[in-house]
Nanobody
Framework: QVQLAESGGGSVQPGGSLRLSCEGS????????MGWFRQAPGKEREGVAS?????????SYADSVKDRFTISHDKVKTTLYLQMNNLKPEDTAIYYC????????????????????????WGQGTQVTVSS
């Protein structure tokens, strides 16, 4: 059973940066779609970024975070990261990581999961607050 644990959340001023981590365990292979989601109070969950762990160059982003956030994965540490720069108050939310096996190394497949939210495994979330 895959388990995911997020860390790195906190409070930051607008324009600041944070790096979220998602340590995974229980993976049975190296081929997974993984993604970051967020949910702000009173709003629907939003897919932020996705990638495929078995293939480079498969990162995709929501328009709202493009050019500010970077998703990456460390195979050795089995950890997913989200580097968040130039943070804005509207980025305030609980951030979750998610994973699903397979995907065939496809950017499009992983991004479709990001859009639909149809991942199998989820972490508990970490709070990010952007405020002056």
């Amino acid at each position: 059973q895959v388990q995911l644990a997020e860390s790195g959340g906190g409070s930051v001023q607008p324009g600041g940066s944070l790096r979220l981590s998602c340590e995974g365990s229980g993976f049975t292979g190296s081929s997974y779609c993984m993604g970051w989601f967020r949910q702000a109070p009173g709003k629907e969950r939003e897919g932020v970024a996705s990638l495929h762990t078995g293939r480079a160059g498969t990162a995709s982003y929501a328009d709202s975070v493009k050019d500010r956030f970077t998703i990456s994965h460390d195979k050795v540490k089995t950890t997913l990261y989200l580097q968040m720069n130039n943070l804005k108050p509207e980025d305030t939310a609980i951030y979750y990581c998610a994973a699903m096996s397979g995907g065939g190394g496809s950017t499009a497949h992983c991004y479709s999961l990001l859009r639909s939210g149809a991942f199998t495994f989820w972490g508990q979330g970490t709070q990010v607050t952007v405020s002056s």
